[in-house]
């Protein structure tokens, strides 16, 4: 697809934007591009995670059990699966990147695709199997395919680049985006979306570089639920153009 980036080898974050205000309930208030502070870090979003290779953080990722991470196949669908098993590195438990006191690493023991199409972009989705149990508490996972509905508030999350072609960060942000339905997001993009992706878009502020493979979340009950995976988009946070998102609800786990 013409100006699709795909995301994998580079590293990138969030939230292109301006800060935007969504409801007001509960603890997230104030979304679109806001620094997770640890307070924030520890009541929400403990099952974001790192994958970095030699360091260097490159996609993110949801932990949806004590051992499981959820990614985007795009992020590791080009390499070699023995490096990947050998070097893959995934931290948990911090919204800082630079300050890993308290964090946990682990390499993994197996990674499984779906059907994952490269052209298409269907399936973007990696199942990965973590070396160990950690601590964190994992995020649960929408199991609904009529959930969340049209114009429901959703949030994004991720190190990845603050503005199109920009730098990854250090410290973890969010951003609250409104769930667009999948007619709509095939008008607005001008390409097939397919029933299991789940698309969303707030003016000035979106998903970008290196935040793919992590989460789309709905806040339910106080807690956030993982919806969706960071896949691709036009751009980041053009005007009119929602970014794509895998669905997770389409998929057995
Ligand atoms: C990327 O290049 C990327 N706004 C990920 C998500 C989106 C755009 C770009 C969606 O990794």
Redesign the pocket.
């Known amino acids: 697809m013409k100006l699709m ?3 994998a080898a580079l590293i990138f974050l969030i939230s292109c934007g301006e800060a935007k205000k969504v409801e007001e309930e509960s603890g997230l208030s104030v979304v679109g591009g806001e620094r997770v502070s640890s307070g924030l870090y520890d009541k929400y979003f403990t099952s974001i995670v790192s994958m970095q290779f030699g360091g260097r953080h490159f996609c993110g990722g949801t932990l949806i059990a004590s051992n499981k991470v959820l990614s985007a196949a795009h992020c590791l669908a080009d390499q070699n699966r023995q490096q990947v098993l050998n070097n893959l590195q995934i931290t948990i438990g911090t919204e800082d990147l630079g300050n890993l006191q308290g964090a946990q690493r682990f390499g993994i023991v197996d990674y499984q695709f779906g059907a994952y199409n490269a052209r298409t972009m269907k399936n973007d989705i990696v199942l990965i199997t973590l070396n160990g149990n950690t601590s964190f508490k994992p995020a649960p996972v929408n199991r609904s395919a009529s959930y969340p509905s049209a114009g429901a508030t959703l949030y994004v999350a991720g190190w ?1 680049a603050t503005a199109e072609g920009g730098y990854t960060t250090r410290n973890l942000k969010y951003a609250g985006l409104r769930n667009v339905s999948n007619q709509e997001c095939e008008q607005a993009l001008g390409t097939t979306i397919h029933d299991s992706n789940i698309c969303a878009y707030e003016r000035g502020t ?7 493979g992590g989460p789309l979340y709905a806040l339910e009950n106080d807690q956030l639920k993982l919806v969706g995976i ?4 036009y ?2 946070a053009r005007p009119g153009a929602p ?2 998102y895998t669905r997770v609800s389409s998929f057995n786990l």
Do not use: F, K, L, T
Request: hydrophobic share 25%; charged share 10%; with cysteine.
């Open positions: 980036i795909p995301v990845g979106d998903s970008c570089q290196g935040d793919s960071v896949s691709w988009g751009g980041c970014g794509v």
